[in-house]
């Protein structure tokens, strides 16, 4: 009887035990939100270019010591740099990875079982965090339970983001040149000599769409030195021939030009007649935004009319059937013909909400777009820096002739705004 009694107990005691832990796991929890929620840092160490606050454990200060090493490695990725030839680089160099840094500043061993190596995986995680621009993200990643210590990564939209926490080590225009290189997916593929072009990953067809493949023609001049010819033909046509696309070819030196002269162009506007240009942006923006909100309200209205209009119908459906005026048959047909497309209907409205919202935003990317050109009124050369920097993306039409000139039309689109060009009502036709 006694060792029942103890039986019941010991149950009693364990089922106790698992609820206090449960509860103590939660308040835990909640506070270390509250915590993230309000910007305080509640990781163990700060990125390296950041060290903590000696006033305040949950606030970063930049380490004067380490930032400049972020500011390049950011300056490398901004010229196009892939995230493994950043890392070879650093290790060719000799420079110190963060781990490794971390352990010499404490005065211990690295006891980590590792190479000491940069690698492709710490500069991309580098590259990626937005502390470096002032931010604060936090809760990545979780629990699955108070039982399990195991980590596992959360929904981006469960992340806890809080911007202006802290000073910045990097400009904005930097992070959304390496934010827009990712969106490209920049490869540089090698050459058959080896030299890569600098457009590589900017020029698309501009009938197709498709990218446009650098080729090179090696040659030899008169006096037996070598020569080279880079040019680029629309990726779709390379591919499979006449019957996708025709060839858009254009050399390399002559696409040099035309970009170097209009991006020159764009900066004289911007740092000598600033507010008509901006004006006539704005204008061709305001435009291009009425008609695609107005666009995807009617779309929405519509959407959400049906979306309430199936809601109905299953409604009166179901008061039939309980009725008796509706068969049991031709109801199941019926309410899973309106369940699925009420389904469907409802998960198209959060993208169509959201394309409205994005239409109607603030129109301040004209004045930043403005603000970058305008410093290149001289330049006399182009590279990938300045090319990130500025270009989205450049589209080549396809050659025509007019009378003994080959003449080609090419547009360059511009981060922020977008092709120029059509704001000021003129197309770059270049006789190549």
């Known amino acids: 009887m006694s060792n029942d009694g103890s039986t ?9 035990n698992e609820f206090y832990s449960r509860d103590t796991s939660k308040k835990v929890k909640a506070v270390k939100k509250a ?10 160490y700060p990125p390296i270019g950041y060290k903590r606050d000696p006033l305040d454990k949950h606030h970063f200060i930049i380490d004067e010591e380490t930032a400049p090493l972020v500011r390049r490695i950011f300056a490398m990725r901004a010229s196009g740099m892939a995230f493994r030839k950043i890392a070879t680089t650093l290790n060719a160099e000799g420079v110190q990875p963060p781990g490794e840094l971390y352990y010499q500043r404490q005065g211990r061993t690295d006891p980590r079982r590792v190479n000491h190596l940069w690698n492709e995986s710490t500069v991309k995680v580098m590259i990626r965090n937005e502390a470096y621009i002032g931010n604060m993200v936090q809760g990545k990643c979780g629990t699955l339970s108070y039982k399990s210590k ?10 806890i983001r809080v ?38 990953g900017l020029v698309y067809c501009a009938d197709c769409g498709f990218k446009m493949r650098n080729q090179v023609e090696r040659f030899t001049y008169k006096d037996g030195s070598p020569g080279r010819y880079s040019s680029f033909m629309c990726g779709s046509y ?14 390399e030196n002559v696409l040099t030009q035309i970009v170097l002269e209009d991006i020159r162009e764009k ?16 204008r061709m923006k305001d435009k291009e935004q009425h008609s695609r909100a ?7 209205r519509v959407t959400a009319a049906r979306v309430a209009e199936l809601e109905k119908l299953m409604q009166n459906l179901y008061e039939d059937k309980c009725a008796g005026v509706v068969p049991p048959t031709v109801f199941q047909t019926l309410m899973k013909k309106y369940e699925t497309e009420r389904a469907q209907k409802a998960a198209a409205l959060p993208e169509l909400e959201q394309k409205v919202r994005t239409q109607l935003e603030n129109r301040h990317d004209a004045d930043q777009w403005a603000e970058i050109i305008r410093h290149y009124t001289e330049i006399t050369e182009l590279d990938e820096t300045i090319l990130f920097e500025l270009v989205d993306r450049i589209e080549v039409g396809e050659a025509q002739k007019c009378g003994n000139t080959r003449v080609q039309d090419v547009k360059v689109f511009y981060r ?7 704001a000021l009502s003129q197309e770059r036709r270049a006789a190549v």
């Open 8 to 16: 019941d107990v010991m149950c009693f005691l364990n089922l106790f």
């Open 35 to 44: 915590c993230a929620e309000n910007g305080k840092y509640m990781g163990t």
């Open 150 to 159: 195991k980590l596992v990564a959360k929904p981006k939209d469960q992340w």
């Open 163 to 200: 911007e202006g926490t802290h000073e910045p080590i990097i400009s904005r225009e930097i992070w959304d040149t390496v934010v827009s290189i990712d969106q490209k997916k920049v490869r540089k593929s090698e050459t058959s000599d080896g030299i890569k072009s600098i457009f590589t």
């Open 238 to 251: 390379s591919r499979s021939g006449k019957s996708a696309c025709t060839i858009h070819t254009i050399y």
């Open 267 to 282: 900066a004289r506007y911007a740092a000598h007649d600033r507010e008509r240009l901006l004006t006539q942006i704005i």
């Open 294 to 300: 107005a666009s995807y309200e009617q779309e929405l």
């Open 416 to 422: 922020y705004v977008g092709c120029v060009d059509d």
